[in-house]
């Protein structure tokens, strides 16, 4: 998300009475919320009602045999066309290949995370790689 900071939900954030124990009922300026591993977990989708959500990261389990079509290009279709619906952004996660990587951009997934890209970092470090 551009110049900010980005919270996450996941299925395991919350019942399904309170989403998220940290959740205030608003979020500051330049913080976005991202539900993380979508497509598994209980209440997913809820968290599309009760939080101001910004970003669905598509989780890995589907993204493994996305450029093999099938169930999980379907499920990954399917995500992206929610988050689209939804005004939302997606982002694929554990994007390890360039055919899994062409595969999303042709489903409209426009962004990833993975070792295709980079290695996981320690936070200080990709702020100052942020900062060239």
């Known amino acids: 998300m551009p110049n900010g ?3 996450r939900a996941n299925s395991g954030c919350g019942s399904r009475s309170t989403p998220c124990a940290w959740w205030s009922g ?3 300026p330049g913080v976005y919320i991202a539900v993380d591993d979508f497509g598994t977990g209980f209440s997913s989708l ?4 009760q939080l101001p959500v910004d970003l669905l990261k598509i989780d890995k389990a589907f993204v493994d045999g996305v450029a ?9 279709r399917t995500i992206i066309a929610l988050g689209e ?3 939302l952004r997606t982002l ?3 994007v390890e290949y360039t055919d899994q990587q062409a595969a999303l951009v042709e489903l409209g997934c426009t962004l990833a995370q993975g070792y ?13 790689a942020a900062r060239v």
């Open 92 to 94: 694929a996660e554990g």
């Open 46 to 49: 809820s968290y599309l009602q």
């Open 116 to 128: 295709l890209f980079a290695r996981p970092i320690e936070a200080d470090a990709a702020f100052d």
């Open 68 to 76: 093999r079509g099938g169930a999980d290009a379907a499920l990954a």
């Open 85 to 87: 619906t939804r005004g």
């Open 26 to 28: 608003s979020v500051a």
């Open 5 to 7: 900071r980005c919270g």
